[in-house]
């Protein structure tokens, strides 16, 4: 739980956050994305992953939602993910490659 020589499988002992759902992204050197919020789904909840290729502008050119780590792989979550993660936009690099890898984690909670 944060040390270094601690036990990585010991159990979580402080008080949780007060988040009900959020985002959850990553791309080497990118920096925070901007986005457009989705709906998601009537009585359907969890985690979807959603596999992104970002170019050097910044834009998702493609995503794949439902990879591993997700949690709900109902029709409904998985489109409103792939919704969300295409419309994700990261800071331009013109270093990075033409076709950088990373993940979005969208968790659909109820409101």
């Known amino acids: ?5 601690g036990d990585p499988y010991a159990p979580y ?5 007060s988040g009900s759902g959020g985002i959850g992204y990553g791309l080497n050197g990118r920096g925070k994305p901007s986005y457009k919020m989705v709906d998601g789904c ?3 909840y969890g985690l979807v992953v959603v596999e992104v290729v970002v170019n050097k502008n910044g834009n998702v050119i493609e995503a794949t ?7 709900n792989r109902t029709d409904c979550l998985l489109k409103a993910a792939k919704e969300f993660a295409l419309s994700c936009k990261w800071p331009p690099n013109p270093d990075a ?3 950088q ?10 409101q």
């Open 1 to 5: 739980q944060g040390q270094l020589d």
């Open 13 to 17: 002992t402080g008080t949780p956050g």
């Open 42 to 44: 009537e009585n359907e």
């Open 65 to 71: 939602p439902g990879v591993k780590g997700t949690s």
């Open 97 to 99: 490659p033409s076709r």
């Open 101 to 110: 890898y990373g993940r979005v984690s969208v968790n659909f909670t109820s």
